[in-house]
């Protein structure tokens, strides 16, 4: 399995940015749609950290850091998930990762997959 970001870039206060991840072919018996799917960030010098998370039946979850400015979404037949982010801030700017697990769909970093990261830069 393999995940891959997109749509990292700099930005400055007040504006918005919406990410991507984009899922490569599961493993035959499992499909998109029954995968939790969860963002993190790493800010420079911070443990990386979960800000919000997808199940498998779109119930959603959010850090209070980014509840109210930041919507997870997927898009099952596309085997992707979005974070749109509106009113960023520069505590914003951080390295953006995505997540995906059959079973766990938590705040740790128990996901089995992992994209390799997109960065915001919030100025």
């Known amino acids: 399995v393999q995940l891959v970001e997109s749509g990292g870039g700099s930005v400055q206060a007040g504006g918005s940015l919406t990410l991507s991840c984009a899922a490569s072919?599961?493993?035959?018996?499992?499909?998109?749609?029954?995968?939790?799917m969860a963002w993190f960030r790493q800010a420079p010098g911070k443990q990386r950290g979960g800000i919000a998370v997808?199940?498998?039946?779109?119930?959603?979850e959010y850090a209070a850091s980014v509840k109210g400015r930041f919507t997870i979404s997927r898009d099952n037949a596309k085997n992707t998930v979005y974070l749109q982010m509106n009113s960023l801030k520069s505590e914003d700017t951080a390295l953006y990762y995505c997540?995906?697990?059959?079973?766990?769909?938590?705040?740790?970093?128990?996901?089995?997959?992992w994209g390799q990261g997109t960065q915001v830069t919030v100025s």
């Open positions: 997808i199940d498998d039946d779109g119930s959603t």
């Open positions: 997540a995906a697990d059959r079973f766990y769909c938590g705040w740790g970093d128990e996901y089995t997959y």
């Open positions: 072919e599961f493993h035959s018996g499992f499909v998109f749609s029954t995968w939790c």
